[in-house]
């Protein structure tokens, strides 16, 4: 009772501290900006939005615009009295991976020991002095460190290429000044294990008067008077990507962006100013009205520099950052540039800098002890005593704790804050029910607010067992995926849209626990798994240990990555792990020493390191670090996983097993008729066995765009559930189906006269997969008609349905009807309303679909047509010389049919099907197969930012895309063009409505046009 009356007299001083945010908006002379003024002791200014944009001669190149030409000096491998050979490399005519080589063969050699001095180097002689563009050329190899020396008259360049990505194309090394007769040279090498390949490099002359003239062009790029209205606009958060040319640009790109103060920032010694990213990826160097302000290192987390000394509080500003992409690693996409928000922020001298709060749930009493580590920062040249309070909001203030503080002049100090929620006070959070609370921790001085931070946390026990994982003392068994952060138009970028849609998408298909992907995640999406219940484990970026980045002075760089994505995102409490790598490789000391780094600054939760290894021959707990996690996160893609289960309980008998990463099938093509066929097969070997496995997160939730060897033309790589657009596949279907904690899933005796039916469902046992306690579940049923218009929605509350009850069986009513219904589905849906099981029945087979367009070429027909609400596939009956067939079935809204006889007339129908039967057959068609190649499928295509973002699928042997589009399909008068793969972004002004068709070129040739597309804005 004193706590509660202490906490309503706090409130009642303090209310005005916890008033609304309002937003000023401020428009500048180049753009405009959005102010937070809150009453919290700090102003935001937004800096999201159109920036400029451009790139330098020599700082890059996008591989798909890079191919020999005339002038250009190509030396081959196989050319010898050019290249100078140590060690015994292989030369090979047969290239890894379905990868290709220049010419007729290539070099190989597998380093198997540090320091190896074996080497491949060319010896670069030119005809005559000048600066030459170096490229260098190679089929797949497993080495992801090769180091490539380049020998100029200036000194030795060195980079390094993680050789399973980005093969069998020209990569830039940058321009050099090469000396004629000089010994200037390529050279290849390694100094830590794994197979390197070498075959081709080439340089390109270049103007020296025009490459002088960039030079001196890019010194002034961030200086306050720099003419920049020639450069792009292009948009922040973002990447280079967004502007096609730079579709596949590895390198440095340059941003400007012009800021003026509102009026009321004025110069004032008790107050800083900063900037802050929340990501650039992955080099960045920032300038500010052409003074350096500093450089971060590491894509995916936070950075911020301290500008009061440097901005202009009267005139403009410009901030410039030169983002640089080279750093590539594993098969996701190096997405390059201004990737998340940029903030101004104004505090006084004194501001909250961090807080990290954990809250221990008792769940004995049901009360809940809590401490708040907080980060003080002191700017001014004295030393202030402070009060610092916390107060946990839950709707209403319900807690609150402070304490009288000294901190140093130009310090950071952390405190400790400490305090007892009572039971009536905890809601625990689940992933069924997330339950969420505010922490607001001011520090004040005589009475005056300098500072407030505003946080949200969950209370929930998350714990890890020799043979279980238990949420809130629950031993649970889940399931999840891996997303890869990654859009065709958005890149990793990732707008609160797409990550809205992500979630929702994978939260139906069963997801509760996510081991997300490599890298620091952006926080919108960790704030929506917050809201919406996923439970994950961050990782840094850390997939090779090999690169000079990652271990050179005592693996800095990673070090600094855990620190700040722990710092950042220590609140979440959907995070209940932190993982320091991914298929690390010599990684004995480096995890047992980052495994330290990261208890220390979080000692509340699980810390561990994804192997691939464990399993394998000669790897023991005397060689592998897997006995220092709190769990074994394993990534399984062999062909027995339970065999990789059971040696790997066997080494390591008491630790909980959890599959990272598992692989069905990688899907060859991009079709949506791809399954996952076998999941429930991978899931057998931990159903009712192996009680010790605990959850598995399969590779993947989403199609990516990759530089791996092996992936499709449009350059996605397809393992997702859903495709690169978000498009369903039939996998997603399959994983709802195995994912769900309940089986045989059923609707029978429906009786539409009585307006009754019955539906019975089996509860998994605690040793099935997935499993754990529903409470709080509905069955919700609709019945519609056959445009898809609903007729009734009803539900029916269940009872706590745990793991090992049986069989559940109950009757569902309705009043009558005012039409016949054309179907009935009913879903198990969670407490905060994700389908958990869904099963539909159809009381008609479907109406008879309609051919929209027929087209042919020498040996394909493609037939396009309009999805019926009443249908889930469809299909193709045809005659060739008078031979009946049938096509494959599709949930597409298109059939191919391929490998046909040329000159040959071909009859078609197509018929629906949904589970009552097949529809009537449309109206025949008829069609020749004959004509020129097929235009592209497009798979997606809509209106952002002013821009028209198209999505197609490509083939090896296309060359370009071309788009021509207008305000109607007679006045397709505007054509784009370009060799982006998978993407064309063409930027359309204030249009409302568009029309287009699509072709490519190839080899051979021209496409048809695509049948025209339109949409509104």
Known sequence: MQMAKYISWFWSKNRSYFSFVFILIITASCSSQTTNVTNDGEEQISLSGIWKFNTFLGDGSNY?????????????????????????????????????????????????????????????????????????????????????????????????????TRPSVWLSLGIFKIQKNSSSYIEFNAFRKGTATVDAVMLRPVNEKEFTKELQNKKGAALLEYDDSDWHNLKVPGHFGMINKYSNYSGKGWYRKEISLPKSWKKNSKERIRVQFEGVYHVARVFLNGKYIGRHQGGFTPFEFDITDEISFSG???????????????????????????????????????????????????????????????????TKSLKLTSVLIKEKPIHSTSTQITIAPNSIKEFELEGLLQKEDVKLWHFDNPQLYNIETSVTENNNLLHRKIDRFGIRKFEATATQMLLNGEPVRLVGFNRVSDHRYWGSSEPQELINKDVDLMKNAGANFNRIMHGTQNKKLLDRCDEKGILIFEEANIRELKMPEIYEDDFAYPKQWIREMIERDANHPSIVGWSVGNELEDHFEY????????????????????????????????????????????????????????????????????????????????????????????????????????????????????????????????????????????????????????????????????????????????????????KDYTLQYSFKNNLGIELIKEKVNLPILTPGMGQWQGNIFWKSLKETPYSLSVALVSTNGYTRREKTIYFNVPSKPVIEEVKASENKIRVHFTKNIDAFEYYLKYSIDGQEKESYKTIANYIDLDSLPSNKVIELQLISSNSKGDSKASKSSTITTKGTPLAPIVWDYFIKDNNLIIGYSGAFEDISYTVKYGSSTNNLSREEKSNSRGIMIIPIANQEQIYFQIKRTTTSGDSQWSNSLHLKK
């Not at 939760?605 to 005397?622: A, D, F, I, Q, T």
């Not at 399954?675 to 010790?692: A, C, E, F, I, S």
């Not at 469902?761 to 997935?770: A, Q």
């Open 316 to 382: 403009k500003n410009i901030l410039a950052v030169e983002a640089d992409n080279n750093y590539l690693v594993g098969a996701t996409w190096n997405w390059g540039g201004i990737i998340r928000e940029v903030t101004l922020v104004k505090n006084k001298e004194v501001r909250v800098k961090s807080q990290y709060i954990h809250a221990e749930p008792n769940l004995k009493s049901g009360t809940a002890s809590y401490k708040v580590k907080v980060r003080v920062e002191n700017n001014s040249g004295k």
């Open 64 to 164: 798909l615009d890079i191919q020999p030409e005339e002038n250009d000096i190509v030396i081959d491998n196989s050319q010898t009295q050019h290249i100078i050979i140590k060690g015994k490399w292989v030369t090979k005519t047969v290239a890894d991976r379905e990868t290709s080589f220049w010419k007729e063969d290539y070099l190989s050699y597998d380093y198997r020991k540090n320091n190896d001095p074996a080497s491949v180097k060319f010896k670069t002689n030119v005809p005559k002095t000048g600066y030459y563009e170096h490229f260098i050329y190679y089929p797949a190899g497993s080495h992801m460190a090769t180091h490539v020396n380049v020998k100029h008259a200036n000194g030795i360049y060195i980079k390094d290429f993680n050789q399973k």
């Open 591 to 774: 995890v047992k020493m980052a495994y330290e780094y990261a208890k220390k600054i979080d000692p509340n939760r699980l810390v561990l390191h994804v192997s691939n290894r464990g399993y394998r021959k000669g790897e023991s707990p005397s060689n592998n670090p897997l006995q220092y996690g709190d769990m074994i996160f394993q990534n399984i893609y062999q062909k027995d996983p339970g065999a990789v289960m059971d040696t790997l309980h066997a080494r390591w008998p008491n630790k909980a097993m959890f599959f990272s990463e598992f692989g069905v099938e990688r899907f060859t093509t991009a079709s949506l008729d791809n399954n996952v066929t076998k999941l429930g097969d991978w899931y057998n070997h931990m159903r009712n066995q192996r009680p010790y496995t605990t959850g598995a997160s399969i590779w993947t939730y989403n199609d990516y765009k990759s530089g791996y060897s092996q992936t499709l033309p449009d350059e996605n790589r397809a393992w997702g559930m859903v495709n690169a657009w978000r498009t369903k596949r039939r996998a997603f279907y399959t994983h709802q189906k195995e994912n769900s904690p309940v089986t045989n899933f059923k609707i029978e005796n429906v009786n539409l006269k009585k307006g009754s039916a019955v539906v019975s469902f089996k509860v998994r046992d605690l040793e099935d997969f997935p499993s754990f306690t529903m």
